[in-house]
T-cell receptor, first 113, second 108 residues
């Protein structure tokens, strides 16, 4: 079936550095999402992106976070600067419709030291 | 906002037994998905079923929208079914809300 890819699978960085997580969504999908899962905890919504704009975001989507999809390439989540509490697995998802089934990537495990 | 409760929180089965997982949500859902999360953490979409009954392989999901509940039935469980099963519900906005999951362990 359709696949969402995420690069890298693991990332280790020092606190205060910038990190960019990359997502290659399903090719004809129009809506893109990021979710965060801290180890052993519930998956939580971060942000939804459509037509170049953030449509909805949660309280977890701090000012240090930003998303973009320049020229239809990767959908990215940038964190600048990173904090210890940003350590988690970040899942990207995409959907054709805004309220349709979402396809998830395998996740990027981010460790902030 | 939407709240999603899953039960049981954990389940241990012998291979070949059937499993019944429950998901209850606080508001009428326009989106309802079941996911499998492997012990390594990767997420696989199993079924999208906002209403009615859907089958795929050994999985059957039944969602009763007006009662705000969904179930996932796994027949003839296998050891490779072990992992966490997540229910996620959306109410018409852009996000889905995940439950805490049911941890399934199938022993040989």
């Amino acid at each position: 079936g359709p696949k969402v890819l995420q690069i890298p699978s693991h990332q280790i960085i020092d606190m205060g550095q910038m990190v960019t997580l990359n997502c290659d969504p399903v090719s004809n999908h129009l809506y893109f999402y990021w979710y965060k899962q801290i180890l052993g905890q519930q998956m939580e919504f971060l942000v939804n992106f459509y037509n170049g704009k953030v449509m909805e975001k949660s309280k977890l989507f701090k000012d240090q976070f930003s998303v973009e999809r320049p020229d239809g390439s990767y959908f990215t989540l940038k964190i600048q600067p990173t904090a210890l509490e940003d350590s988690a697995v970040y899942f990207c998802a995409s959907s054709l419709l805004g309220r349709g089934g979402q396809y998830f990537g395998p996740g990027t495990r981010l460790t902030v030291l | 906002g939407q709240q999603v409760q899953q039960s049981p929180s954990s389940l241990v089965l012998q291979e070949g037994e059937n499993a019944e997982l429950q998901c209850n949500f606080s508001s009428t859902a326009t989106q309802l998905q079941w996911f499998y999360q492997s012990p390594g953490g990767s997420l696989v979409s199993l079924l999208s079923n906002p209403s009615g009954t859907k089958h795929t392989g050994r999985l059957t999901s039944t969602t009763v929208t007006k009662e705000r509940r969904s179930s996932l039935h796994i027949s003839s469980s296998q050891t490779t079914d072990s992992g966490t099963y997540l229910c996620a519900s959306g109410t018409g906005g852009y996000k889905v809300v995940f439950g805490s999951g049911t941890r399934l362990l199938v022993s040989p």
